[in-house]
């Protein structure tokens, strides 16, 4: 099987996985993007959880958060798209995976990718590089991916 390479760029507000990497980055490749809304502490927390009563008497205190309502949501934005890249992994759609992401995303990525899409990660940079156009994107992303010394060949 011909290898495929695919590119998840990520961050904790939107995600763009490229699809087909080429070493001609001047190639127009297709894109899956993913977005969720970017939420402050403050606009979290404005929902408070509220207020609990006392077994015993008349008294009630404020009800704390379970967890980081922050960490929480990006957890749950990492988790869409690996659910997303997990179903095109079982369908074949591609053969090795490049990681790209802010490093709190990308440490979240590792701790939560599954076995079977882990071992086809073939590299990972620590950087936020959404801010790029997509031309320039795909061009940091071929270069980074296709480095010298690559093991793949000119079979990607």
Same mark, same amino acid.
């Given at each position: 099987?011909?290898? @495929?390479?695919?590119?998840?760029?990520?961050?904790?507000?939107?995600?763009?996985?490229?699809?087909? @990497?080429?070493?001609?980055? =001047?190639?127009?490749?297709?894109?899956?993007?993913?977005?969720?809304?970017?939420?402050?502490?403050?606009?979290?927390?404005?929902?408070?959880?509220?207020?609990?009563?006392?077994?015993?008497?008349?008294?009630?205190?404020?009800?704390?958060?379970?967890?980081?309502?922050?960490?929480?949501?990006?957890?749950?934005?990492?988790?869409?798209?690996?659910?997303?890249?997990?179903?095109?992994?079982?369908?074949?759609?591609?053969?090795? =995976?490049? @990681?790209?992401?802010?490093?709190? @995303?990308?440490?979240?990525?590792?701790?939560? =990718?599954?076995?079977? =899409?882990?071992?086809?990660?073939?590299?990972?940079?620590?950087?936020?590089?959404?801010?790029?156009?997509?031309?320039?994107?795909?061009?940091?992303?071929?270069?980074?991916?296709?480095?010298?010394?690559?093991?793949?060949?000119?079979?990607?």
């Amino acid at each position: 099987m011909k290898d @495929i390479v695919w590119a998840l760029v990520m961050n904790s507000t939107q995600a763009r996985i490229i699809k087909g @990497i080429t070493k001609n980055a =001047l190639e127009d490749v297709p894109e899956l993007v993913l977005e969720t809304d970017h939420k402050d502490l403050g606009e979290i927390m404005s929902d408070k959880p509220g207020r609990s009563f006392a077994s015993v008497g008349s008294g009630r205190s404020a009800m704390e958060y379970a967890s980081d309502p922050v960490k929480d949501a990006k957890r749950a934005f990492v988790a869409q798209a690996i659910t997303l890249l997990h179903q095109h992994f079982v369908k074949h759609s591609f053969t090795h =995976l490049a @990681i790209i992401a802010e490093p709190v @995303i990308l440490g979240m990525l590792r701790d939560d =990718l599954p076995a079977d =899409l882990s071992a086809v990660v073939i590299a990972e940079m620590p950087k936020n590089l959404l801010h790029e156009r997509p031309q320039a994107l795909r061009q940091i992303v071929s270069e980074f991916v296709f480095a010298p010394g690559d093991a793949r060949g000119s079979d990607a």
